[in-house]
């Protein structure tokens, strides 16, 4: 009987430091790499740090998940008081391959209505990224975020040198 | 004599033609109602959300293994080309089965509109095309058997978005080209197409066409003031697989406002439901007006004979 207790407050214990140390703000990384799409262009360091100070609430970035609140007129009636989430990176609810048949056939099951049409980590990132950039004067120029790999400047055919009127029928 | 060849000749008209005529109306009816393939793709194309980056059209390049381009697929000074004493912007052709233009409004950011194939459900090459080279497929793409092209090109006259590009660099062989929506290589494996895959900004939105119609609607209605209040493509030319978001009208980024809602086969199917018809019934009017001629030539000869001896075995059946 006694070491059942002992075991239930074992247990009650470690789920404890678990879920404390998820919800620890100390777990916020300071870099983030993104490098889903290695074959064309480096990896983007992502300066975390840097980001999380210039934003004045991280809801700006994470919506509802880091239960600061959000200030989103389409999350909000739903999302106003919601507690913080066990995962709030973007990738949890962007996937990376938001047009493949798996993920298609799973969107079709969506039961949670207004989370149709949500856009894959690729678009999020850069809506985002780029929405704030131009308010805030920062990069927005293709190659200021993404470095080509010697892949990416064949792939954009980086020497190509013709004159612009030259072959095909107009 | 000539009167009993005549009734013959008339009834045996009437039957050819009563069946060419039913066959032919069937046929005609079957090509006006169809709705399409009831999963078959599409691609939402998102005007607001395209960024002018030309990855699309790199992408094409490479999947499709087009012929190298003139100019890098960064270079943004291609928006200025111009065709046509200025009158016509960039158009897909045999090297470039997708292209980017750009469009100016006054007072407005620039809007950047992507070209292909709209895979339409009721494709007007398809019908223009005699040869049968093309085929809509269950998935929803319009694709061509480039082996069975004669290069006649009526496809690229009877094609409402100017897409098939003829390959007119090569002497012998030449054939139409256009986008397939990578059907060979990805569609059919249930793959979004290479632009789509790369597009950083999802202005390309790959889906079950009936998704997609709920989706654009649904844009529509969240954000009010950011669309017109259209879905192009969901119901012009009879309905295509590639639709449009839009925030300023169509007309202005470069869509011809002339043709409607009525896929073009509408209009031609009348015609050609009579073509069978007239090529089951020519053969034995003309058959008949030539025996009659004969037949009143020969009176009295061996022919005539014969035939009279075959008339009443007829009779008698």
Known sequence: MSAKQILTTLMMVLALIVVGSTTMAADMPEQVSLDTMVELFEAVEFDHDMHSELGEDCSVCHHHTTGTGTTDDRCISCHANSDELETVACINCHVSDPFSSEHLSRESQEIYQFHIDRPGLKAAYHWNCIGCHEEMDGPTGCEDCHARTPEGDEFYHKDATGSADEGGHH | MSGISRRKFLAASVAVGAATTLGGTKKALAAGSFSGYPNSMGVLVD???????????????????????????????????????????????????????????????????????????????????????????????????????????????????????YSYSSAFGAVVKKCIFCHETRLKDGLPPACVEICPQEALTFGKRKDLLKIGHQRIQTHPGRYIDRVYGEKELGGTHWMYLSPIPVEEVGFDPRPGNEPIISHVKEFLGVVPMVLAIWPALFTGFHLLAKNQEGHGDHEHDTEHQHDEEGGQQ
Not at chain 2, 50 to 68: T, V
Not at chain 2, 105 to 118: A, D, H, L, T
Not at chain 2, 138 to 144: F, H, N, Q
């Open chain 2, 47 to 165: 005007l607001t959300r395209c960024i002018g980056c030309r990855s699309c059209e790199a992408a094409c390049n490479k999947e499709q293994k087009l012929p190298d381009p003139n100019l890098p697929f960064d270079d943004m000074s291609v928006f200025d080309q111009t065709f046509h004493h200025g009158t016509q912007k960039r158009r897909t052709d045999e090297s470039a089965y997708t292209v980017v233009n750009r469009y100016t409004p006054e007072g407005s950011e620039p809007i950047y509109r992507k070209v292909q194939c709209n895979h339409c459900a009721e494709p007007a090459c398809l019908s223009s095309c005699f040869v049968n080279a093309y085929t809509k497929t269950k998935e929803g793409a319009v694709i061509y058997d480039g082996s069975v092209c004669v290069g006649c090109r009526n496809c690229m006259i009877a094609c409402p978005f100017n897409v098939p590009a």
